[in-house]
């Protein structure tokens, strides 16, 4: 069993930066794929990083936004750079066995932390 607590949502303006946490409980945490996802208002659930022994990156946040874990503090970080009025969405944490760019691949969720970027 894994929880999840996201922090660090606000509201920026265009070209601004924000940084995402989450802190995550359980003995296995280490062994599970940590994901970032959003959704905005009338949109499905997209994925937007991952980080295991590796990272993935959906292609709209490539470049600008960074995924990274402290296994010692059991919290993965989401760094949002260059941000967009599009970047505007709720933001949950994941966690999951296996790298997916998909929801139905993580078993464990935050409940979420809004970002909301103005122009």
């Known amino acids: 069993q894994v929880q999840l607590v996201e922090s660090g949502g606000g509201l920026e303006q265009a070209g601004g930066s924000l940084r995402l946490s989450c802190a995550a409980s359980?003995?296995?945490?280490?062994?599970?794929?940590l994901g970032w996802f959003r959704q905005a208002p009338g949109k499905e659930r997209e994925f937007v990083a991952a980080i295991g022994s590796f990272t993935l990156y959906a292609d709209s946040v490539k470049g600008r936004f960074t995924i990274s874990r402290d296994n010692a503090k059991n919290t993965v970080f989401l760094q949002m750079n260059s941000l967009k009025p599009e970047d505007t969405a709720v933001y949950y944490c994941?966690?999951?066995?296996?790298?997916?760019?998909?929801?139905?691949?993580?078993?464990?969720w935050g409940q979420g932390t809004q970002v909301t970027v103005s122009s």
């Open positions: 359980g003995r296995t945490y280490n062994s599970y794929v």
């Open positions: 994941a966690a999951g066995r296996i790298y997916a760019r998909t929801a139905e691949g993580y078993d464990y």
